[in-house]
């Protein structure tokens, strides 16, 4: 089915569908009453999960109310967006790579098939990739212009293209001419893009003996010659630079520093668990041969500074000589696999070379000079310098390091919402407001509240609050509390509603001689699951910081009063 889009004369809308990868905005998203609202006015939306989530049934009827679930006030007839879900995979079910913010990419084996018609996030991409292509194709009227109609789907999942260097971890080859029986299409597989990320030699590419078309590079930069790595002039294609590394042809040589590749190649399979030795027989916590690290299998990123010292006669050898990383001694040394290379079972240097070398390359090869800065990045909207500010919505009304209260640049959407922030010291919220997850639940919930066991741990949604406050407001522990915030006066009334855990965690701050109550909340509920309830992200701000938009909402102000039902409401705090 192709759904109708409608147009900016008949809908004033920007964003006509939306497809939401294991992601649940509904929950999830700050300020999520606006996010909730905001499908509605979608043409279409598709979820790919494991189960049905908020996201998904936004628009189904309250079983109490018949309204929406997701939107109070609206019902299920006036919604128009279309929703599909697909049925995915979990991670155990499908192969393919993992990596984190410690640079290492590692791979992920298939433990079991998934249930029913479900299909992994490549296959399903891949197959979608494929049909919009024909679909573009039959009806671009030109397709010299159109971007999609002439989309290069990969030589790794195109048929016909003769290519059999797919190799798996036993030595047989992966049939590329075979397509899925449920779709009729070629079937995607993670091998096969992890090569073309790796990157291939193109056709047209300068001949030479190791430049066969279709053969994998094996790095982007290598300290003697270009053999076998990225070249300009369109002669090797890749998808990113620094994955470059990962899944190399075994039949171009590499050096040891890159590490020694499985039989196919893929070096995010390697699974030595036994930490690397340096030369004297001491070790610094490498572990080079487990999976790989972007680039170039470097443990330690910027490792070059620990030996540089630029006109010094000890150039190349480590500024701490017991715990070097990287050492270059003099030709000749007995630790030395070869004149003027790096000491055994070092790293792979970052930014430099050994002494005597006519390339001058300084430590800090992610930034233009080379070396290290004070200060951040010229492109930060908030810098150079680290400063002190408020968040958006704070109980402050003067910042007591700095004569600004908040940051000027923080990031807000342009959109007319933007009321539902409060203003700076506003007497009607008068508490700090902070979120946080649990161990219990992941994220958004919905794999996790769909689980018996884990809802057993952690049944229903709590906010924690000080013994001082429970006090003065006269909540116990296990009460029912409602928070409301400034996008309560906005959405409908939206407020929180949750158990209360009086704790001695959390006290009561003292601010510039004035006392300041703090609460926090979870955020993984919903209404769709086995467990269900409040999420935090309904009272949480839409605002975010000033360089990447990450939301801010570990900050808001509201207010808290015990509710647990007619004729046992508390008082807000005044």
């Not at 001949?207 to 270009?226: H, K, P, Q, Y």
Request: proline share 8%; hydrophobic share 35%; charged share 20%.
């Amino acid at each position: 089915m192709v759904p109708q889009l409608g147009t900016p004369e008949n809908k004033p809308q920007v964003v006509y569908g939306l497809m939401c990868w294991g992601s649940n905005p509904a929950v999830g998203g700050p300020s999520s009453s606006w996010e909730r609202s905001a499908l509605q006015h979608l043409d279409w939306l598709v979820c790919v999960d494991l189960w049905k989530t908020e996201t998904a049934a936004f628009w189904e009827p309250d079983p109490v109310t018949g309204e929406c679930i997701g939107i109070p006030g609206q019902i299920p007839a006036n919604v128009g967006t279309t929703v599909y879900m697909l049925p995915a995979s979990a991670s155990f079910e499908k192969e393919g790579s993992v990596s984190n913010s410690s640079r290492l990419s590692q791979w992920r084996y298939k433990a079991c098939d998934a249930p029913g018609e479900a299909m992994d996030d490549l296959s399903i991409i891949n197959e979608l990739g494929k049909r919009l292509i024909a679909l573009y194709q039959a009806d671009a009227p030109s397709l010299l212009r159109d971007p999609v109609a002439n989309l290069y789907w990969g030589p790794y999942c195109n048929p016909g293209t003769g290519n059999v260097d797919f190799w798996g971890m036993d030595g047989s080859a992966y049939d590329d001419g075979i397509p899925d029986p449920r779709t009729g299409l070629l079937e995607a597989n993670a091998h096969k893009v992890a090569k073309e990320l790796n990157g291939y030699f193109c056709p047209g590419a300068e001949a030479t003996a190791d430049t066969i078309v279709g053969a994998r590079v094996n790095g982007f930069f290598n300290a003697t010659a270009s053999k076998g790595t990225l070249r300009e002039g369109a002669q090797t294609s890749s998808g990113n630079w620094l994955y470059c590394v990962m899944y190399p042809d075994p039949n171009i040589p590499s050096t040891d520093a890159y590490g020694s590749s499985p039989a196919n190649g893929n070096r995010q399979e390697k699974r030595d668990p036994v930490e690397v030795a340096r030369a004297d027989g001491n070790y610094i916590g490498l572990f080079k041969n487990w999976a790989v690290c972007w680039p170039l299998n470097r443990r330690i990123i910027y490792n070059g500074a620990s030996v540089y010292q630029a006109g010094h006669p000890l150039c190349g050898q480590p500024l701490a000589p017991s715990k070097w990383v990287l050492d270059f001694p003099a030709a000749g040394d007995p630790l030395v696999p070869g004149a003027g290379s790096n000491k055994a079972g070092g790293d792979v240097p970052d930014g430099y070379n050994p002494p005597g070398g006519s390339l001058v390359r300084y430590p800090f090869i992610m930034v233009s000079e080379g070396h290290a800065r004070i200060f951040g990045g010229f492109s930060l909207e908030d810098g150079p310098f680290p400063e002190h500010y408020e968040p958006l919505e704070t109980v402050l009304t003067e910042n007591v390091i700095s004569q600004t209260l908040g940051t000027p640049t923080v990031f807000l959407h342009a959109r007319p919402e933007r009321v539902e922030i409060a203003v700076p010291g506003n007497s009607e919220f008068p508490i700090i407001g902070t979120t946080y997850r649990l161990t219990e639940h992941w994220q958004a919930g919905a794999m996790t509240r769909n689980l018996p066991w884990l809802c057993e741990l952690q049944p229903e949604a709590f906010v924690e609050l000080s013994v001082e406050l429970a006090g003065i407001l006269d909540i116990e522990n296990g009460d029912t509390v409602e928070i409301k915030t400034q996008r309560t006066n906005y959405y409908n009334n939206q407020t929180m509603m949750a158990k209360a855990c009086v704790t001695k965690r959390l006290k009561t701050f003292n601010i510039n001689g004035s006392p300041r109550h703090v609460i926090g909340a979870i955020w993984h509920f919903g209404y769709v699951g086995l467990a269900t309830g409040d999420s935090a992200n309904l009272v949480t701000a839409h605002a975010g910081d000033a360089n990447t938009g990450i939301p801010e909402s570990k900050a808001f102000i509201c207010n808290i009063r015990r509710n647990n039902g007619v004729g046992d409401v508390g008082d807000w705090l005044a």
